[in-house]
């Protein structure tokens, strides 16, 4: 199975700020990377997929980059509602991990 | 608007079996392209993929939990469930049912999900 490491594992912020949140697969995923949001009681929600393909209606201070092992997540001035948890997800092939997320928290 | 909703006893004795459908409405289940998945989440914890299905019934298992678990899809009633047998504490979660998305290049991310529904397993 590839595994799926997220670092950190916390964060904290300030509104405005700029944050990365990074991802490493155990053998390469090419761009088969995807990232969601989920926030406290609330499913995931898909930001990028294909690793830097931004869904329809997510706003466009989020962006991805990577291929192969190594994948960032990048939110540029952050806003209140950013503030949640990310997890990143290969569909390369089955079983389709999870990495074990990243809390983005107010500073 | 594409919507997915978990329906399903919300506990559930050990040992025995766990069973969830996924109703979906705003579209057909039997288009081409999509797949139609579980993820779960135990309280407090990250997600985990459990498996998706075709409309057609072709299917992919995560291999720690194939051997107890099965998934169905029912075209004529645009729906597909879950079976999880000999449950254990150790399953008791958030499952969401979710729509992976069929795009150019196979990248199937999970775009729709439903609200979630917790099972609990306990005597």
């Known amino acids: 199975d590839i595994q799926m490491t997220q670092s950190p594992s916390s964060l904290s912020a300030s509104v405005g700020d700029r944050v990365t949140i990074s991802c490493r697969a155990s053998?390469?995923?090419?761009?088969?990377l995807n990232w969601y949001q989920q926030k406290p009681g609330k499913a995931p929600k898909l930001l990028i997929y294909?690793?830097?393909t931004l869904q329809s209606e997510v706003p466009s201070r989020f962006s991805g980059s990577g291929s192969g092992t190594d994948f960032t997540l990048t939110i540029r001035s952050l806003q209140p509602e950013d503030f949640a948890t990310y997890y990143c997800q290969q569909s390369y092939n089955t079983p389709y991990i999870f990495g074990q997320g990243t809390k983005l928290e107010i500073k | 608007q594409l919507q997915l909703q978990e329906s399903g006893p919300g506990l559930v004795k050990p040992s025995e079996t766990l069973s969830l459908t996924c109703t979906v409405s705003?579209?057909?289940?039997?288009?081409?392209?999509?797949?139609w998945g579980w993820i779960r989440q135990p309280p407090g914890k990250g997600l985990e993929w459990i498996g998706h299905i075709y409309f057609t019934g072709s299917t992919y298992y995560s291999p720690s939990l194939k051997d107890r678990l099965t998934i169905a899809v029912d075209t004529s009633k645009d729906q597909f469930s879950l079976r999880l047998t000999s449950v254990t504490a150790a399953d008791t979660a958030v499952y969401y049912c979710?729509?992976?998305?069929?795009?150019?290049?196979?990248?199937?991310?999970?775009?729709?999900w439903g609200q979630g529904t917790l099972a609990t397993v306990s005597s």
């Open positions: 979710a729509r992976l998305l069929g795009v150019s290049g196979n990248y199937f991310p999970f775009d729709y």
């Open positions: 294909a690793a830097s």
């Open positions: 053998q390469s995923v090419s761009v088969y």
């Open positions: 705003g579209g057909s289940i039997s288009r081409h392209s999509h797949f």
